[in-house]
């Protein structure tokens, strides 16, 4: 968990799942490369949602994986959501387990709504804010079959968005949908 001496918040909390979580990414064959079917759901999240930016995260013990990435250049880097910010840093795939929303809700094993994340001190000052110029957040966790929460999906803007109980009910479907996805594909199906 990460601790700010100035703003006496806890930013990133503790994630005792993780080493069981890798080890079932592992055994699943995810989170280590990008792969076009996360891309293509990546696509229709923010299709679905109207989001410019969305993201199948598989999470580890230091960091996230972007397996799935959609941005508006349809680029599959996270390059031009790096570009919103003033700095030129490069989001590319990975970020840093304390920056974002992701790792909440893998902990939570809950999804969550920020509509503006300036309205909530626990989240205003995460990294994303200012590095990157996020400001609204819609995400769901991805928990398989033997009740680990792999990841996420989420989608985020540089806006306040009204996402609203229609937004949660949308994102908490689409990380069923995918679960059951993952499912086919670890049976042999896909």
Partial sequence: MTYDPTGHLLLTPIDREAPVRVRRLRQLGLGERPEAAFDAFAR??????????????????KRQFFAGLHTPSGAHTGADLGAVAASSSDVGRFMDRDHGYCPHVVVR????????????????????????????????PLIDRTGIALGTICVVDTEPRAWGRAGLET?????AELVEQIHRREDGGI
């Fill in 171 to 175: 994102i908490k479907s689409l990380a």
């Fill in 44 to 61: 229709k999240l923010a299709d679905v949602t109207g989001a410019p930016y969305s993201m199948v995260n598989f999470i580890d013990e």
């Fill in 109 to 140: 094993r809950k999804a969550l709504v920020l509509e503006d994340v300036c309205d909530y001190p626990r989240f205003a000052g995460n990294p994303v804010v200012d590095e990157i110029g996020i400001r609204s957040y819609l995400g769901a």
